[in-house]
């Protein structure tokens, strides 16, 4: 509410004759939006309600991993929406058993926790990590331009001024380090470090990988100090990158995971995985959400898995982004006045743009040639499409891409 003069929030609320309408929007402006809005999905492809029609090569950031309207997740919706919504976590639910146990048979978890987002899950991940390190393993490492969500915790964990600014004291005992850099962090392990938390491919902080054996050295520093190794594979996870769990690349298995994002295909569910050693401390009453792991969002999750986890929907994964890296490529040696390099794994790649180069623009002018792409820190524009998109959808894409370019050029006089 705004006043001629002004006025505290209490005086505001206290005049109580409201005459001023509010100039603040219904919906809290926390978020830059873009001026489109969406009627209906289908597999890549968005419909606006005003008729134009968006090739996603976003997703959702990284969410949408089956596309919009995947038969199986709404078949999966549709049949647990008419049995059973929800419970409460007071009563055994089979539906999370069925999932919980598939995460368990296909990866390093002995056991899981189901969130409803990525934050709940780094969440949870900081107090394993907290409750497990106790007094004598204070700190914590995190990295440079890390992103693990919006609490106060997960705030604290990436540390960026962007995320913390204007919150108060922070969450104490967390430290970043310079991401991949391994002497760092071989100077920075202890005897006293709970936890290390790190992404093995940083999605907002602009899709930068680890170095090659890095997280083999991490796993091998966290047991020679007995520390836990904490993935957060919320957007690099669930087959974008080609296997089902990025880790999986280098042999190496850590002892909590977060997952979000992809796991739901859209329907909000996140998941902490755990070694049962690691667990250990999280015993009846130490932790809980009402919704996380509730009948609907486990019934897709469960669908999304059995769509996912298997060998041949990888090896697919695999084959289209060898295509889409290629394309990517040839688009670079054609634009190199304007992109530096093509990085990523799998279908998470990113597009480095050159300095004086802005992602938010490039992000804009793709929307005006019918594309969805996601700008990311470091220069880079996301490039995050479905996992099921088809090739022509791929080059449909690419070439989208290429007319934004060139349209950025010609605003910019670049050409
Ligand atoms: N961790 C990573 C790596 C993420 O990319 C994100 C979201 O972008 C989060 C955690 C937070 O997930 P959510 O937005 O579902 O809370």
Redesign the pocket.
Known sequence: MTGQTAQSPAESLADGGISMPPSIPAVMPTYNRADVAFARGEGAWLDAVDGRRFLDFGAG??VNLLGHAHPRLVAALKAQGERLWHVSNLYTIPEQERLAEALVDATFADTVFFTN??????ELGIKIARKFGGADRPRCIAFEG?????STG?IAAAGAQKLTEGYGTLMPGFEQLPFGDMAAFEAAMGDDVAGVFV?PI???GGIRTLPEGALRDMRALCDRHGALLVL?????GMGRTGTLFQHEREGITPDVM?V??GIGGGFPL?AVLATEAAAAPMTAGTHGSTYGGNPLACAVGLAVMETVATEPFLAEVRAKAGFLQQRLGALAAAHADAIEEVRGVGLMLGLRLREGWEPGALANAAREAGLLVVPAADRTLRILPALTIAEEELSEGVSRLDTALHALKAQTGAA
């Open positions: 950031i990284a987002s990525g934050t709940e899950a780094a890390a992103f693990h969500g919006r997960a992404e940083q999605g907002e957060d594979e919320v957007q690099c977060l979000a994002k996140g």
